[in-house]
């Protein structure tokens, strides 16, 4: 979550760092309509929030220097979805999330105090929803929802 209004684009981590209140365990919960959805990459779906419909801001995550170590985990009534770690994208969580600032600035978007931003995927594919109970695990942290038909 941002702390203070991003001005400008930012030049390192550390510099980023100063702008942030805090990093949750949080969960995107997209429309995603794709035709090849195992084919569509994290990094398209960040750039161009396709699909964005509602998301879900857990617990928050207060040691910032065990991001990259996260063993991410979904499950749906048990059963593993997918997995990922937290250093799967840019390397870092950090590198991504700046990367992810400096191009929305690119783009003439504001960021500001309050903002939420999410860094991409949970894992290496595109999970569509079902019926049932969710879990994700972000390492000991974990979040829970449900899913029904309308």
């Known amino acids: 979550i941002i702390k203070k209004d991003i001005p400008h ?3 390192s981590v550390e510099e980023l760092k100063s702008y ?7 969960v995107e919960l997209p429309i995603v309509d794709f035709p090849k959805p195992n084919q569509v990459k994290s990094y398209d ?3 161009n929030g396709a699909g964005s419909y509602r998301f879900i801001v857990g617990p928050e995550l207060k040691d910032w220097d065990t991001l990259d170590d996260l063993d991410i985990l979904l499950t749906c009534n048990g059963v593993e979805k997918t997995r990922g770690k937290g250093n799967a994208t840019l390397g ?9 600032v400096n191009t929305l600035l690119a783009q003439g978007l504001e960021i ?3 903002h939420v931003i999410f860094n991409g995927s949970l894992g290496e594919t595109l999970v569509k929803a079902e019926e049932g109970e969710y879990e994700v695990s972000f390492g000991d942290t974990k ?4 899913v029904k038909k309308r």
Not at 20 to 26: G, L, R, Y
Not at 143 to 146: E, K, N, S, Y
């Open 9 to 11: 684009p930012l030049q």
């Open 20 to 26: 942030i209140a805090s990093a949750h365990a949080s």
């Open 45 to 47: 779906i960040i750039v």
């Open 92 to 100: 870092s969580q950090w590198n991504t999330l700046l990367w992810v």
């Open 112 to 114: 500001k105090a309050g």
């Open 143 to 146: 979040l829970f929802f449900a």
